[in-house]
């Protein structure tokens, strides 16, 4: 797929290149090119021109556009952000690339489109195409990208500000036929409010106000003053673009005039308008005279009454309702594109195989095993640039946003960070959801917008990571029911391919695992696992005694479960050891943190093996001194920071699975010191307690 594109090496356009660019070409045309200010940049037009020059010396006017292969557009407004019109595009499945303007800042947003055509076009087709996109921003695209020689800065100027440089994937914008219900016309006002009368008017409103209203003997100049004249020629001229319509509607307002002449006055003045387009009047000189003359705005409910179907229609859109006054309906359609006019993408890695860019990598395991920890393994190797568990070299050094839900952020989260060697001025950590004076929990689905705005302002980010997924899904959802977590993880899997931001995620394993596959040790639903592209199973080893005999180490397995995105990863491998940081500041206390030590080993198991292992493992006898011993490492978390309420101790085992029998046994087992201050009994570990790492 090429993109015909004619450049222009400066404003003066006296001479003309012609391109045939792939997409990837264009846009790095776009983003590359470079000048000490806007005036110096080169321009660009979707368009083949003939070789004719003006009488400015000039290729770009509109009597010399011979075909159109796309069409430009331009936003200046500053209310509508880069992202929030990339988001429009994209939701539009239209192709197109959209740039930031030379002009542009974060607080005062400028950008351009370009939008190819399956095929050239005749010109008289860009006014068309070019409403189909002012109606998806409901009417704020600016006037002058309905001007069909109209052509337009690229590149960036060399002072520091942002440039940006984006495809979408979609349909050709003339192939969308459905867009022409919802396309927008020039504004009037020249001021750029949008509203919705003017929606309402469109070029009918002002058409109507220049034939019946607008005068020809009573203007600040005199008709007969040639200056008054071309000043309102030049203004209809402007406010439509120059097609045969405007033309006519000049034509009919100048026989107002004794001294109308056809063939001398209109027709070669039209021409001179096209070879040289007015910048300085516009539709807001013709509807400040329209309301003079009138002595008012009176005038349009004439229109109004006439057009009164057109009218309700157009506000009935704006407003959400119909003519009538009840809410619309909500259209639904299908959207769909052809392959063809996809343009393909390689797969981008953080770490390849395990985490990429746009993509939701889950992770599980039965708890005590470290899955926290290996995340934040990975959040050190991201934010300080360090080799990867298995020896791939480092990605450059960026930032994550982390989502924990289950672990104190001065007193865990934090220690554990520095101890993996984690760059903590490039951790950023979601704690509530602040709602006027209210504070609740971060919602999946509520609060993702809020999430990519964070990401976007942040600049850099690379990684979400979320402990665990269920706590942000709400109290009500269902994780054995595939339609209630799809729902949930859908929209989290799109805005990770949205923003190229990879998202880990920690999961529960299933309960009661019978099959010994992988796969099937994800929570609850295979939704989950279905959502994300990329799962891992942390698993114990396990190794023959001399007596023949299956025993669990000290070593745990990462194991590559799910690679819809690669090949299978090899298996590796680590164990949990406990390091000192620092000494607390207020308590003089050592700070003892656990920290994922990989080994750097492949290990000679797949996932599917490794599982398998440790379910056989499970026979009668063995499977209760193991729920013992994951109910002791549990309680020796719950508790390794300090006295806990024993009512949260006693919820925290039953959620896991466990009876009240077999916590009374571990209690025992541990030595777990019963107190009872102010009323309320907890629980903490005796000062040699020895907790069996399984």
């Known amino acids: 797929m090429t993109i015909c594109v004619t450049l222009f090496e400066d404003v003066s356009a006296s001479t003309a290149k012609v391109c045939d660019f792939t997409p990837q070409e264009l846009r790095d045309l776009v983003f590359q090119t470079t000048a000490l200010g806007k005036t110096r940049l080169p321009l660009l037009k979707l368009a083949a021109y003939g070789s004719v020059l003006s009488i400015n010396g000039s290729l770009r006017y509109d009597d010399n556009v011979k075909e159109i292969h796309g069409i430009e557009i331009d936003y200046d407004l500053e209310r509508i952000s880069f992202d929030k019109a990339l988001k429009t595009l994209q939701k539009a499945r239209l192709l197109a690339l959209l740039y930031t303007s030379p002009s542009h800042t974060e607080a005062k947003p400028r950008w351009r489109i370009l939008l190819p055509s399956s095929k050239a076009l005749p010109p008289a087709r860009r006014r068309q195409l070019a409403a189909r996109v002012n109606g998806l921003f409901l009417g704020e695209i600016g006037p002058e990208s309905f001007v069909l020689s109209q052509s337009f800065y690229y590149g960036k100027i060399k002072e520091g500000r942002e440039h940006r440089a984006e495809w979408t994937a979609g349909d050709f ?98 021409q001179h308008y096209n070879r040289s387009p007015a910048n300085r009047v516009g539709a807001g000189k013709l509807m400040r005279e329209i309301n003079r003359t009138f002595g008012g705005y009176g005038w349009k409910d004439d229109f109004y009454k006439e057009h009164d179907a057109k009218a309700a229609k157009i506000l009935g859109k704006l407003n959400g309702h119909d003519k009538t006054g009840k809410d619309k309906a909500e259209k639904e359609e299908l959207l769909w594109v052809n392959a063809a006019n996809v343009i393909p993408r390689a797969q981008e890695w953080l770490w390849f195989g395990h985490l990429g860019k746009g993509v939701l990598e889950l992770i599980t395991g039965i708890p005590g095993l470290g899955k926290s920890q290996v995340q934040i393994s990975l959040i050190a190797c991201v934010t300080a640039g360090l080799t990867w568990p298995d020896g791939t070299p480092p990605c450059t050094p960026a930032k994550v946003i982390m989502l924990t839900a289950e672990d104190s952020i001065d007193r865990t989260v934090v220690p554990r960070l520095i101890a993996a060697g984690a760059n903590l001025a490039n951790v950023v950590i979601v704690k509530m959801i602040r709602t006027d004076k209210k504070k609740r929990h971060f919602l999946l689905t509520e609060d993702l917008e809020k999430l990519e705005k964070l990401a976007h302002d942040l600049g850099s980010v690379v990684l979400i990571t979320i402990d665990p997924i269920t706590a942000y899904m709400g109290g ?67 190794k023959d005694d001399e007596d023949g005999s299956s025993i669990r180490t000290d070593t745990v397995l990462f194991t590559h479960a799910k690679h819809s995105l690669s090949k299978s990863m090899p298996t590796l491998a680590y164990s949990i050891e406990e390091v000192r940081i620092k000494d607390d500041t207020v308590s003089g206390l050592p700070i003892l943190v656990p920290r994922v030590a990989w080994t750097g080993e492949i290990i000679d198991i797949t996932a599917d093996e490794a599982v398998a292992a440790s379910i056989s493992h499970d026979a009668p006898a063995a499977k209760q001194n193991r729920d013992q011993d994951r109910l002791q490492n549990l309680l020796g978390e719950l508790l390794r920071e300090g006295p806990k309420p024993a009512k949260e101790c006693e919820e925290a085992s039953l959620a896991h699975g466990f009876t009240e029998k077999q916590l009374r046994k571990a209690r025992e087992k541990v030595g777990i010191k019963t107190t009872k201050e102010n009323g309320v009994w907890t629980w903490s570990l005796p000062l040699d307690a020895q907790i069996k790492k399984r």
């Open 173 to 270: 914008i003339d192939l969308r036929d459905d867009l022409d219900e919802d396309a927008v016309y020039p504004k009037i006002a020249a001021n750029g409010a949008v509203s919705a009368e003017q929606l309402a008017r469109d070029p009918d409103l002002l058409e109507y106000g220049i034939r019946e209203i607008l005068p020809n003997n009573d203007l600040p100049y005199e008709t007969a003053d040639h200056r008054g004249w071309n000043d309102f020629g030049m203004a209809i001229h402007a406010s439509f673009g120059g097609s045969p319509q405007g033309s006519e509607i000049f034509d009919v307002w100048s026989r107002k005039s004794s001294k109308y002449n056809r063939k001398v006055n209109t027709g070669k003045r039209w």
């Open 476 to 542: 009500r959802v269902d994780s054995h029911k595939a339609t209630e977590v799809r729902s949930q993880l859908n929209p989290l899997q799109e805005f990770s391919d949205r923003t190229g931001i990879a998202v880990s995620a920690v999961t529960h394993p299933a309960k009661n695992v019978i099959s010994q596959k992988a796969i099937d040790f994800f929570i609850g639903s295979q939704a989950f696992i279905a959502a994300g592209r990329i799962g891992h199973v942390c698993t114990p080893e396990y």
